[in-house]
């Protein structure tokens, strides 16, 4: 039973990290800019299979920049094809680490973040009804 309590507090500090993480980059100075998947990359993932990772390049400041998406997939070209098109979110403080302008991408913390907390609550809650 006190494990439900540990693995509560890991959920809600890791939903604060991620509330926190969120707000950082809403409050972040960006431009938008048009980059180029140039590559589809394939690993190793996790147990059997491989995963897909779309590598963008962009140009900023008079400087071109590859950057691998934060999200890879089971699938080869679910998403992202070799010479699409994507609109990217720069940072002015860190221009090699742009991240596709989508909401799904830019929420994806929040929506983390509102999950971990809830469900570490409802372990305290477990926790304190049958202890």
């Given at each position: 039973?006190?494990?439900?309590?540990?693995?509560?507090m890991?959920?809600?500090?890791?939903g604060?990290?991620?509330?926190?993480?969120?707000?950082?980059?809403k409050?972040?100075?960006?431009?938008?800019?048009?980059?180029?998947?140039?590559?589809?990359?394939?690993?190793?993932?996790?147990?059997?299979?491989?995963?897909y990772?779309?590598?963008?390049?962009?140009?900023?400041?008079?400087?071109?920049?590859r950057?691998?998406?934060?999200?890879?997939?089971?699938?080869?070209?679910?998403?992202?094809?070799?010479?699409?098109?994507?609109?990217?979110?720069?940072?002015?403080?860190?221009?090699?680490?742009?991240?596709?302008?989508?909401?799904?991408?830019?929420?994806?913390?929040?929506?983390?973040?509102?999950?971990?907390?809830?469900?570490g609550?409802?372990?305290?809650?477990?926790?304190?009804?049958?202890?």
């Amino acid at each position: 039973m006190k494990y439900l309590l540990m693995v509560g507090m890991a959920l809600v500090i890791f939903g604060i990290c991620f509330l926190v993480t969120f707000r950082k980059e809403k409050a972040k100075r960006y431009i938008v800019v048009q980059g180029k998947v140039i590559e589809v990359a394939k690993s190793l993932g996790v147990g059997e299979g491989f995963t897909y990772t779309p590598i963008f390049e962009y140009q900023y400041n008079n400087k071109i920049f590859r950057v691998e998406h934060r999200i890879s997939s089971f699938t080869p070209n679910c998403t992202y094809k070799v010479d699409d098109v994507v609109e990217l979110r720069v940072y002015e403080d860190k221009p090699d680490k742009a991240i596709v302008n989508s909401k799904k991408n830019l929420i994806m913390p929040l929506v983390s973040g509102i999950s971990s907390i809830i469900l570490g609550i409802v372990f305290f809650v477990i926790y304190a009804l049958f202890k």
